[in-house]
């Protein structure tokens, strides 16, 4: 992979990081990053450990995680606003790398975290896939 190769694919995470809520999807993104969709799929994970798909379902869920701790949206409009278009698939994915559905973690008590400064939550809440448990500490 070459340095230009790894500017563009920085380009389209910031991209998806940013514009998590739009409808992206690999074919658009890969045509951004100048590659084939095989070849930008290949890329994405062998530069950031996870393909395009899996990065921008963490960025919406991470995104969810705080407006369900707000607690003012229904799980359905968390789902619309973070950018999903399937409550079930959206459910399905919050409660693969959260360990608990979306409706239960909007229930449950966030007053705990209201004191932590919000760069430090994100790190904190930041969703992880179960592969992954090792490298982030969790109380």
């Known amino acids: 992979m070459t340095l230009d190769d790894l500017v ?8 998806m990081d940013r ?8 074919p658009a993104l890969a ?3 100048l590659m ?21 379902m963490t960025r ?7 407006l369900l701790r707000r607690g003012d949206l229904s799980v359905t409009e968390v789902c619309f ?8 698939s959206f459910s399905t994915r919050f409660t693969e790398l959260v360990g608990e559905s979306p409706s239960a973690y909007r229930a449950r ?10 760069c430090y939550a994100k790190i904190y809440t930041r969703p ?11 109380p």
């Not at 563009?8 to 991209?15: G, H, I, S, T």
């Not at 919406?60 to 705080?66: L, S």
């Not at 992880?128 to 982030?136: D, P």
């Open 128 to 138: 992880v896939r179960n592969g992954e448990a090792g490298r982030v500490p969790r």
């Open 31 to 33: 045509r951004e990053a």
């Open 8 to 15: 563009r694919l920085r380009r389209v995470r910031d991209r």
């Open 60 to 66: 919406r869920i991470e995104r969810a995680k705080a």
């Open 81 to 88: 606003a973070v950018g999903c278009t399937s409550l079930g």
């Open 19 to 26: 514009d998590y809520a739009e409808p992206l999807d690999v």
């Open 109 to 118: 008590g966030h007053e705990a975290g209201a004191a932590i400064p919000a």
């Open 36 to 56: 084939s969709a095989g070849h930008f799929s290949r890329s994405f994970r062998a530069a950031f450990g996870e393909t395009p798909y899996s990065y921008l």
